[in-house]
């Protein structure tokens, strides 16, 4: 149901802005198998087209992280980032590769996009936005992924972006298994997250 949801409220922001995106299984804009882009480079300046057509395809654990944190780091009103492993103490489940193909920490990002300029406000309205919980469901990810960067792109320009923004705290968790999606199977380390929840907090 969430994955629906974030589907038709990405669906929703795509048309307000009048971005308009195709997919694709072309991977001319891969930033992996040898490219030296990093996530200083404006990744997502140079990755999306504000007023045209661009392909795009499924991110990595890498690319996604990368594109996220140069979110960030061009829009630090906007966007703030933590990790599931930072904000609650979590130990990482194992080894991801990064953008440049290097092992790094599986670490869970929470996303929160609202204008940091209007806070603080006790009454802002929340929504939280879940990519995926197996790592071998792939539309989700890249759903939240996109509607994040429609939202930042379109801020200056959008009175419904910049509506949404003002008024409303985003909060997009891309993949709740970030090892799963690293390794494209359903469960974190043979475990599967349908079963491993914390139902019982009086223990």
């Known amino acids: 149901m969430v994955l629906r949801i974030a589907s038709v409220v990405l669906v929703a922001a ?3 802005v009048g971005l308009r995106v195709v997919l694709s299984a072309d991977s001319n804009h891969s930033l992996r ?4 882009t990093t996530a200083s480079s404006n990744l997502t300046a140079a990755y999306t087209l504000l007023d045209g057509v661009r392909h795009f395809r499924y991110y990595s654990y890498g690319e996604t992280i990368a594109y996220l944190d140069d979110l960030e780091r061009r829009f630090p009103t906007l966007v703030d980032i933590t990790t599931a ?3 609650y103490g979590l130990d990482s489940p ?4 990064s ?17 940091e300029e209007t806070l603080p406000d006790a009454e ?3 929504v939280f936005f879940s990519g995926c919980l197996h790592g071998n469901e792939y539309v989700g990810p890249i759903t939240t992924v996109e ?9 200056g320009t959008s009175e419904w972006a910049r509506r949404m923004l003002n008024t409303r705290a985003v909060y ?18 043979r475990i599967d997250p349908n079963r491993d929840f914390a139902y019982d907090t009086r223990k």
């Open 99 to 115: 953008i440049s193909g290097s092992p790094v920490a599986c670490n869970t990002p929470i996303v929160r996009l609202t204008n």
């Open 14 to 16: 795509v048309v307000g």
């Open 172 to 189: 997009i968790m891309p993949f709740a298994n970030s090892l799963g999606y690293e390794k494209k199977t359903r469960t974190e380390n």
């Open 124 to 126: 802002r309205p929340e």
């Open 33 to 36: 198998g040898g490219s030296t």
């Open 94 to 97: 194992g080894l991801c590769n």
């Open 85 to 87: 492993q930072q904000a």
């Open 147 to 155: 509607m994040a960067i429609a939202l930042v792109e379109f801020y």
